[in-house]
């Protein structure tokens, strides 16, 4: 089999924590060549190209310049969310296929783009959510959908990083940039992946999102301080009336036994679920502390290989651009509301509403008002547009 010509467009922090393990040392890199890369951040362009070998003629800060000049089959493109809908539909529409970190698109307008330009090109596009093949997830799916527990009625799910993440004093900087977590937020960045999850689980449409916000710790820090949100408290309401929350946020203390401490707890009428229960299985007292360590999600063989569902979900993805490099085409699922991440994008995007709308209750807290998703969807799609999404086949 020929192996996939693949470019990497953005290599910044996911690259580092994740991807560059797919790419170089995963059991699908065989399945493909990384012949460019491109980022307009130099530090960040060098440090990769050297580490992996990428040639000087094919190193590219112009992602334009990168579709222009290699013959490829598929790219990752890896920037700021809010920068993925140009050179993703760029790929698309050059013939070239794409795997993309989670979120789908920092808007709906963005997501509905990359979405209608890979259905108008026939190109595959893989939206890497990857806590969708987290076996955790994958089991809860499947019970849910066999009946036995009932009906859904309350979800209670948070995800919480290390105050180092967002932390611009922490030394190596976790992100590069020092306003990351003013210019992202914690709904983007964790509570995309709660919903995703949730909605991967139950396949409940929102109805309504309301967000609360808290700005009160980072903007303590010193010397350098931010005036991003500690946490953002979510409420999304389903179509059958079940009420989900997820917390989110990045300032537990530095001494919490793993980077990211996350929990998810279903109710429903013959049933209480919880996810992620007993952590990971692996718990270490080290030099460095007492952690608890997510082997589930990358575990790193003596052999050099690195697995984990964090590898094996965007390696399917992989899987599935070569078999349409083979000639199968792309089924219409690929590119539903929820494996998309339509859904995911619009919850999140409501949530950020909610808190633009809202007002100050109390000394950094932010309090939103409710937005109507499906309404929200129709102002930036249009009726037509937002039915086509959320009308359910019958
Ligand atoms: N799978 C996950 O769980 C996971 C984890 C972290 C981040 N992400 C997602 O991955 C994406 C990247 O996040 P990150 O944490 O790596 O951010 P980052 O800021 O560390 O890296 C983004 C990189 O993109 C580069 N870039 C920006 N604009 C560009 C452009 N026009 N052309 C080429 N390169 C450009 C930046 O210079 C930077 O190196 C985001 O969508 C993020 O939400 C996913």
């Known amino acids: 089999m020929k192996k996939l010509r693949f470019g990497v467009i953005g290599t910044g922090s996911v690259v580092r924590e994740i991807y560059r393990h797919l790419y170089f040392a995963s059991r699908y890199s065989g399945l493909i060549d990384v012949v460019a890369a491109c980022d307009v951040r130099p530090e960040s362009l060098d440090w990769f190209c050297e580490e992996y070998r990428i040639p000087v003629e094919r190193r590219f800060t112009d992602y334009r310049r990168l579709l222009d000049g290699v013959e490829l089959d598929a790219v990752a493109v890896n920037t700021p969310d809010s920068f993925h809908r140009a050179p993703v539909c760029a790929a698309l529409e050059a013939g070239v296929d794409v795997v993309v970190p989670k979120p789908t698109a920092a808007s709906v307008v963005d997501a509905h783009a990359m979405i209608e330009t890979a259905r108008r090109h026939g190109r595959y596009l893989g939206v890497d959510f990857h806590k969708r093949s987290d076996p955790v997830v994958i089991e809860a799916a499947a019970r849910h959908r066999s009946g036995r527990y009932g009906t859904l009625q309350v979800g209670v799910f948070s995800m919480l990083d290390k105050l180092m993440v967002a932390d611009p004093n922490h030394e190596p900087r976790f992100f590069a940039s020092s306003d990351f977590a003013e210019r992202n937020s914690p709904v983007s960045f964790l509570t995309s992946h709660m919903a995703d999850t949730f909605i991967a689980i139950t396949g409940l449409y929102p109805v309504s999102v309301q967000a609360v916000g808290y700005r009160q710790k980072l903007r303590s820090l010193s010397p350098i301080a931010s005036q991003g949100y500690d946490l953002v408290d979510t409420t999304m309401v389903c179509e059958n009336g079940a ?125 939103g008002s409710v937005v109507d998703a499906r309404a929200h969807l129709e102002r930036r799609l249009g009726r037509d547009v937002a039915a086509s999404y959320y009308d359910k086949p019958t």
Request: with cysteine; aromatic share 8%.
């Open 243 to 367: 009420t989900v929350h997820m917390t989110s946020g990045w300032i537990l203390p530095n001494t919490a036994n793993c980077i990211t401490v996350q929990s998810g707890r279903l109710l429903y009428t013959d049933a209480a679920v919880d996810l992620w229960k007993e952590w990971y299985g692996y718990h270490e007292i080290a030099p460095d502390g007492i952690n608890d360590r997510n082997v589930l999600f990358l575990n790193f063989a003596p052999d050099g290989k690195v697995g984990g569902f964090g590898i094996t979900n965007p390696g399917t993805i992989i899987e599935r651009v070569v078999a349409h490099r083979s000639g199968e085409p792309v089924a219409e699922a690929a590119l539903s509301p929820v494996a998309s991440g339509l859904l995911t994008t619009l919850v999140c995007e409501c949530a950020h509403e909610s808190l633009a709308a809202g007002g100050e209750s109390a000394d950094g807290v932010v309090s």
